[in-house]
């Protein structure tokens, strides 16, 4: 686990070094569309870049959770929820006790989400805490707690916030190219054609290379959340059951997205459940291999 934990911590250095990059060169390309020199491109580049990165490192959570529209759990409306995570938290070994939030959704669904375990969130849908009885909700109450000991919960939130913002930037661009299209480049411009060359195909390959580090991310932390959840709660069927239900309800949760599927205990899409040959980039394994993996655990 210790391992993990550091794995995802020197992942979360790479990725955001690597959107810095991306971004970085995609506003420059964007500038130089529209005709800026190339020394305010790249002042203009970098300063955006670096400040959209420390701005998503601090207020990841913040920007996930109003995504969603979720409402701050309270003691009184959900006394189930917060029963069962006082009583996890002994169990988790975490020092500092998440937030609870809850979003309005008949999909039962949850996720963790967060820079560190100290400023951490747990939230689930009305639909979970309707669905499910107290042990399935357990479970899943674990399983997002898993995240949180494992440091997935970093990795997951800034790809999530940076995915979406790489998205915006590719529609700008498509936007922009075709407005300056019909220009004419001045020969001075073209000393600066390897870096547009390469700012061009980051553009082209962003929505790409997103999805393939979602996809990097995610399988194998789902399969560690759900073994490390039942050394919590010492009760796989109670997580077992959770997830039949919940892959089973088809039901649809409006709020999610592609760039925050990953983050859920179970892709929120219904239609893309499942992992066969022709759904090779599920950014989830099916159910039934992670019911198979935790029967081993018994």
Same mark, same amino acid.
């Given at each position: 686990?210790?391992?993990?934990?550091?794995?995802?911590?020197?992942?979360?250095?790479?990725?955001?070094?690597?959107?810095?990059?991306?971004?970085?060169?995609?506003?420059?390309?964007? $500038?130089?569309?529209?005709?800026?020199?190339?020394?305010?491109?790249?002042?203009?580049?970098?300063?955006?870049?670096?400040?959209?990165?420390?701005?998503?490192?601090?207020? $990841?959570?913040?920007?996930?959770?109003?995504?969603?529209?979720?409402?701050?759990?309270?003691?009184?409306?959900?006394?189930?929820?917060? &029963?069962?995570?006082?009583?996890?938290?002994?169990?988790?070994?975490?020092?500092?006790?998440?937030?609870?939030?809850?979003?309005?959704?008949?999909?039962?669904?949850?996720?963790?989400?967060?820079?560190?375990?100290?400023?951490?969130?747990? $939230?689930?849908?009305?639909?979970?805490?309707?669905?499910?009885?107290?042990?399935?909700?357990?479970?899943?109450?674990?399983?997002?707690?898993?995240?949180? +000991?494992?440091?997935?919960?970093?990795?997951?939130?800034?790809?999530?916030?940076?995915?979406?913002?790489?998205?915006?930037?590719?529609?700008?661009?498509?936007?922009?190219?075709?407005?300056?299209?019909?220009?004419? +480049?001045?020969?001075?411009?073209?000393?600066?054609?390897?870096?547009?060359?390469?700012?061009?195909?980051?553009?082209?390959?962003?929505?790409?290379?997103?999805?393939?580090?979602?996809?990097?991310?995610?399988?194998?932390?789902?399969?560690?959340?759900?073994?490390?959840?039942?050394?919590?709660?010492?009760?796989?069927?109670?997580?077992?059951?959770?997830? +039949?239900?919940?892959?089973?309800?088809?039901?649809?949760?409006? !709020?999610?997205?592609?760039? &925050?599927?990953?983050?859920?205990?179970?892709?929120?899409?219904?239609?893309?459940?499942?992992?066969? !040959?022709?759904?090779?980039?599920?950014?989830?394994?099916?159910?039934?291999?992670?019911?198979?993996?935790?029967?081993?655990?018994?």
């Amino acid at each position: 686990m210790y391992e993990d934990i550091k794995k995802n911590k020197r992942k979360t250095g790479v990725i955001v070094f690597s959107f810095l990059l991306m971004i970085t060169l995609i506003l420059y390309y964007i $500038c130089y569309m529209f005709d800026i020199s190339s020394f305010a491109a790249i002042a203009i580049a970098l300063t955006f870049s670096v400040i959209s990165t420390i701005a998503t490192y601090y207020n $990841c959570d913040k920007i996930v959770l109003a995504s969603v529209k979720a409402r701050e759990a309270t003691h009184e409306e959900d006394l189930q929820l917060t &029963n069962i995570l006082d009583a996890l938290m002994v169990a988790s070994g975490l020092e500092h006790k998440p937030r609870l939030y809850v979003m309005e959704s008949s999909q039962p669904n949850a996720f963790a989400t967060g820079r560190n375990p100290e400023n951490a969130i747990i $939230c689930v849908t009305t639909g979970l805490l309707e669905k499910l009885d107290y042990y399935e909700l357990e479970g899943v109450v674990a399983h997002e707690l898993s995240h949180i +000991k494992n440091y997935d919960i970093l990795l997951s939130a800034v790809i999530s916030v940076m995915v979406g913002f790489v998205v915006m930037l590719s529609d700008i661009f498509t936007r922009t190219m075709f407005r300056s299209s019909s220009r004419d +480049k001045n020969d001075d411009n073209k000393g600066n054609g390897i870096l547009l060359i390469i700012g061009l195909i980051f553009l082209i390959l962003s929505p790409i290379v997103s999805n393939l580090i979602q996809l990097a991310v995610s399988r194998r932390r789902e399969y560690l959340a759900d073994s490390t959840a039942v050394q919590f709660t010492r009760n796989p069927d109670g997580l077992i059951s959770a997830l +039949k239900k919940i892959s089973s309800d088809d039901s649809e949760l409006d !709020v999610a997205s592609n760039s &925050n599927s990953y983050m859920y205990i179970e892709n929120p899409f219904p239609k893309k459940r499942g992992y066969n !040959v022709s759904n090779l980039f599920s950014t989830h394994p099916s159910i039934e291999e992670r019911v198979q993996a935790l029967e081993n655990l018994k």
